[in-house]
């Protein structure tokens, strides 16, 4: 469980290098936003659109 979180962290890193965000320049919030995100993505990768949707309504809308 573990690797997944850091996996997340990456698959939203290179989300935002993909979308031209620089997060070493970003506010937390922003960073925040991206890694989840990351971990979207991963649940929309296992088919599992309602936690994808739960994670990025919790994480809202910034970034």
């Known amino acids: 469980m573990a690797e997944l ?3 997340h962290r990456v698959t939203g890193r290179e ?3 993909l979308s ?3 997060l070493a320049r970003a506010r937390p919030a922003t960073v925040r936003t991206w890694e989840a ?3 979207a993505l991963q ?3 296992r088919g599992d659109m309602a936690e994808a949707e739960r994670i990025m309504t919790h994480a809202g809308g910034a970034g």
Request: proline share 0%; hydrophobic share 55%.
């Open 5 to 7: 979180l850091h996996d």
């Open 15 to 17: 989300l935002a290098s």
């Open 37 to 39: 995100r990351g971990l």
């Open 20 to 22: 031209g965000v620089d």
């Open 43 to 45: 649940a929309l990768a």
